[in-house]
């Protein structure tokens, strides 16, 4: 398995950005698919973004197309979400975690989660 930890959350008004991070902890960050999931109060875990071990591909929710952009760098075991254009509906605890590869791309791996990163958008 591989533990990572989120931040970069925090408050922001709507129309804002910010960029959460994920470190992870081990030598076999690079041959994990990950992902970053959501969960607003009240609400179920949902999937928001992924991306393959290499970088090459990307997948996103319908609703964050065009706003959120997600990122790697294997050499320092880390993982980015680039979130413009915030909304309050963004509201959530955002998590990452290594996913499946290929079209269950949206599917978390293991299920364990992390403490998340709030990120609070206000209108």
């Known amino acids: 398995q591989v533990e990572v930890v989120e931040s970069g959350g925090g408050l922001v008004q709507a129309g804002g950005s910010l960029e959460l991070s994920c470190t992870a902890y081990?030598?076999?960050?690079?041959?994990?698919?990950m992902g970053w999931f959501r969960q607003a109060p009240g609400k179920e875990r949902e999937f928001v973004a992924a991306i393959s071990w290499s970088g090459g591909s990307k997948y996103y929710a319908d609703f964050v197309k065009g706003r959120f952009t997600i990122a790697r760098d294997n050499g320092q075991n880390t993982m980015s979400l680039r979130m413009n254009n915030l909304k309050p509906e963004d509201t959530a605890i955002y998590y990452c975690t290594a996913v499946h590869h290929g079209t269950n791309y949206d599917r978390p791996l293991y299920g364990d989660w992390g403490p998340g990163t709030q990120v609070t958008v206000s209108s």
């Open positions: 081990g030598r076999t960050f690079s041959t994990y698919a």
